[in-house]
């Protein structure tokens, strides 16, 4: 099967800190990838540079089969944004718009677009926030909402889109511990249905049950990679085990 994601050697420094030391892996349609590790291992960095979010100083990244940027040389601009196009992204803070309804946050882009009519942007907009569980908030400025439903609000916004791809960075790190399980749950049902996402977390339980595949990342470099069972399981990977017993 060919791979919705391919980085091969990724390299990026910021001056003389090399945060991504030739990083390859790759990703299979339907696969649910839980990126791990240390704080400042570069693990947002690598999630990033695969929207463009970064640029990077070396290396390669195919997005199902199409360079984003090969041997460190970038697509062109419009080639960037049909590529990039395929992925979604739920950051940590949320980030949506303050000054626009839950309704309006999420029918921005498409409208914006222009690729669907109003009717049907509106009916998607509806359906997706029944499907996170909102459908009661479609009018309520983010202000009004609690982190968890923050958060949901954002994936039922990066899905408007129709993203073949989702990209978590650490969705649940700047919640209360008794929200996470709510915007978990909605990332457990979108790997049910076979979404391709990489998560950036560090909710070690939820990387165990959801993710076909673990990445912990040391470093800037890959230290380990294989199934949740290979990684959790295996007393003899020195790094994982160090990192994941460090408290
Ligand atoms: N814009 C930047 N300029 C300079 N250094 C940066 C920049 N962004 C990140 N870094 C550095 O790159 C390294 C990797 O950061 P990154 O955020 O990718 O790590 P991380 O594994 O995601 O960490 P965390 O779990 O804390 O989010 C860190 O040392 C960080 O300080």
Redesign the pocket.
């Known amino acids: 099967m060919s791979s919705m994601i391919e980085v091969k050697q990724l390299q ?1 420094s ?2 003389s ?1 090399d ?2 030391k030739k990083i390859t892996f790759d990703v299979k349609p339907g696969e649910v990838v839980a990126v791990i ?12 540079s695969l929207v463009y979010l ?1 640029e990077v100083t070396g290396g390669s990244i195919f997005i199902q089969g199409k360079p984003l940027v090969e041997n460190g040389k970038y697509a062109s601009g419009a080639d960037i944004r049909g590529i990039t196009a395929a992925m979604g992204m739920v950051f ?1 803070h949320f980030n949506l718009f303050p000054h626009l309804t839950v309704r309006g946050n999420l029918e921005l882009a498409p409208r914006t677009l222009k690729r669907e009519n109003t009717q049907d942007i509106t009916a998607k907009s509806r359906e997706l926030l029944s499907k996170v569980g909102l459908a009661d908030k479609a009018e309520v400025y983010p202000s009004m909402l609690s982190g968890g439903q923050k958060q949901r609000v954002a994936i039922a916004r990066a899905l408007m889109l129709n993203p073949d791809i989702l990209l978590f ?2 969705p649940t ?1 700047a919640l209360d511990p008794e929200l996470t399980g709510e915007v978990l749950r909605v990332i457990r049902q979108l790997a049910e249905e076979n979404m391709t996402m990489i998560i ?1 977390t ?1 909710e070690m339980n939820f990387a165990r049950d959801v993710a076909d595949r673990v990445i912990f ?1 040391d470093n ?1 470099e890959i230290a380990e990679s294989g199934t949740p069972e290979e990684i959790f399981g295996n007393p003899q990977l020195e790094r994982t085990r160090t990192f994941l017993y460090r408290d």
């Open positions: 990026k910021f001056g800190l945060v991504l590790g240390p704080s400042g291992s570069g693990k947002s960095t690598m999630l990033r970064e940590q960075d650490e790190s950036v560090h990342m800037g």
